[in-house]
């Protein structure tokens, strides 16, 4: 079976997904103790859908954070790159509409979306930046996007003793439930090389996001990060900085730097 490595190649990481599909849901479930429902009632929260407004929820894989914003009224989108992933999501949730999109280049229109969510999705990009950039773009201007990630916990001990976790009981639970193991050894390393809660923040606003905040779930062990793409106005004036501070050749070598373990820290 398949595993993705911290390089994350875009077909590794799809394959890898699509490998573990079926499980997926029921093993989340598992190795978070049952917080992974309380992290999506968090998520819905801060994104605060309304009745109409329209939200694409990208690397939304089987659609269960998908499900959760429709709930609410919104008309959601559900975008991911793993054939596999979608498969199961449209099996589970018919009504939804689900999009094969990769999040570093996505089919949508400049400005056509109220908030953009990611669950668990933007560590398995291979390009970071670019997606968030993507985000940025297909945001309505005044938009939201609500990140919701496995973080550092701010605790010495807690940092530990997730450490610990990671190590030594994740492999054991995902070989005893799982129809792929390794593929929890890539979740474990891209975890812990993953920024913390002030690294991603400034990746959003690095991206254009204003009001960017973060807040802790589980001790740190999952953070939110929001942000608005600024209105019309404002959006217009940091672009013009941005460009006029950085020639285009280098934004572009920024923006796709690839996802590495240089920018970790440590849990
Ligand atoms: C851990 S799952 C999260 C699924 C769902 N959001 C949830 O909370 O259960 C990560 C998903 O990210 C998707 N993914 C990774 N890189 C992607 C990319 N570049 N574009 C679209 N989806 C991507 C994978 O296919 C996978 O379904």
């Given amino acids: 079976m398949t595993r993705a490595d911290l390089s994350k190649r875009a077909t590794e990481v799809a394959g890898m997904f699509t490998g573990v599909a079926r499980g997926y849901d029921r093993t989340n479930a598992v ?9 999506r009632v968090a998520t819905v929260r801060a994104v605060k859908p309304l009745a109409g407004e329209r939200i694409l929820d990208v690397a939304a894989g089987t659609g269960t954070s998908s499900a959760a914003l429709a ?58 930046l670019v997606a968030l950039g993507e985000f940025h ?17 701010p605790v010495l001990l807690l940092r ?32 812990q090389s993953w920024p913390d809660q002030a690294a991603l923040a400034g990746w959003l606003r690095g991206a254009g996001f204003s009001r960017v905040g973060w807040r802790d779930l589980t001790f740190g062990v999952v953070a939110l990060h929001r942000g608005r793409k600024p209105l019309a106005r404002s ?33």
């Fill in 71 to 128: 709930r609410t009224g919104a008309t959601v989108v559900a975008a991911d790159f793993s054939p596999g992933m979608i498969a199961e999501g449209r099996r589970r949730h018919p009504e939804l509409d689900f999009v094969e999109a990769d999040a570093e280049a996505l089919p949508f229109d400049d400005d056509s979306f109220d908030a953009v969510a990611i669950s668990f999705g933007l560590r398995n990009i291979e390009h970071p």
């Fill in 137 to 153: 773009r297909v945001l309505k201007p005044g938009g939201r996007l609500v990140v919701c990630e496995f973080s550092t916990p």
């Fill in 160 to 191: 530990v003793g997730y450490g610990l976790y990671l190590r030594r009981v994740l492999p054991v639970v995902a070989r005893l439930i799982s129809s792929n193991p390794a593929a929890y050894a890539y979740l474990r390393e891209s975890i």
């Fill in 235 to 267: 959006s217009r004036a940091a672009t013009a900085r941005r460009r006029a501070t950085r020639p285009a050749a280098a934004e572009r070598t920024e923006a796709s730097a690839p996802n590495t373990p240089s920018t970790a820290t440590t849990s």
């Fill in 31 to 39: 190795l978070s103790a049952g917080n992974a429902a309380l992290w």
